[in-house]
């Protein structure tokens, strides 16, 4: 575990606790259900992850950031869809209806990973994710600069963004877009978190050795991991 990692983290789920409707925030009290259909728990890239179809996400308790603050958005992935007009959204929260309230990270046409908010395209990564294997993914904000991230290193341009995310009336998701819970992922998401600052590029390489591991797991499971559950429908 690294202490220095924790620092700032708002919100981290670790996606194992291989059944049910409930996905646990282990730094708080922000808790994710499980929305629509077909998700299931399979096997992640540390421990259990849930497996997305294109029909369910999960909906937050409350934002994990707000207003114009610093923060760092991180996930791993695992998908082969692509195609134009693609968009598989991964973590998305605040306000869809107006400029800069809403954060948008996302993989788009070829697989390569993009932030934009309301209104406000962003940067888009040079390599795409889409092969089939697990990749992490990030974001970062530091006083107005945006940064990507796959698998530890840079990836793409700094871009100037200006964040503004709203804490009224806002939504927060994982594996969609706050957008009418539109643009929904179809493939496998585990260790996913937020944090309060901007990762500095050290330890987004440290997280990602790390393989986005910042908490040991926290439940016992039932029996020795099994290749696939079943949620059931929500």
Do not use: C
């Not at 991964?90 to 996302?106: A, C, E, K, P």
Request: cysteine-free; proline content about 2%.
């Amino acid at each position: 575990i690294s202490s220095a990692l924790s620092s700032n983290l708002a919100t981290y789920y670790n996606f194992d606790e291989s059944y049910g409707f409930t996905v646990n925030d282990y730094i708080g009290s922000n808790t994710g259900t499980i929305i629509g259909t077909g998700t299931q728990w399979v096997n992640g890239e540390s421990g259990y992850s849930l497996n997305f179809v294109g029909s369910s996400y999960v909906q937050l308790s409350f934002l994990p950031t707000s207003g114009t603050s610093d923060f760092t958005q991180s996930a791993w992935v695992n998908t082969t869809k692509t195609g134009t007009g693609v968009r598989q959204g991964i973590i998305s929260y605040g306000r869809h209806i107006s400029n800069n309230q809403g954060t948008y990270l996302y993989l788009g046409t070829g697989g390569n990973l993009h932030f934009d908010l309301v209104n406000s395209a962003g940067p888009i990564s040079l390599s795409g994710v889409a092969d089939g294997n697990w990749h992490q993914v990030s974001v970062t904000h530091k006083a107005g600069s945006v940064q990507l991230y796959i698998d530890g290193l840079v990836n793409g341009s700094l871009t100037i963004m200006s964040p503004n995310i709203n804490s009224l009336a806002g939504d927060q998701i994982i594996g969609a877009d706050i957008n009418s819970k539109g643009n929904k992922f179809v493939g496998n998401i585990d260790e996913a978190g937020i944090w309060n600052r901007a990762l500095t590029a050290a330890e987004m390489t440290t997280l990602y050795n790390l393989s986005g591991v910042i908490f040991p797991q926290r439940i016992l499971f039932r029996g020795i991991l099994e290749d696939m559950h079943y949620t059931g429908d929500n």
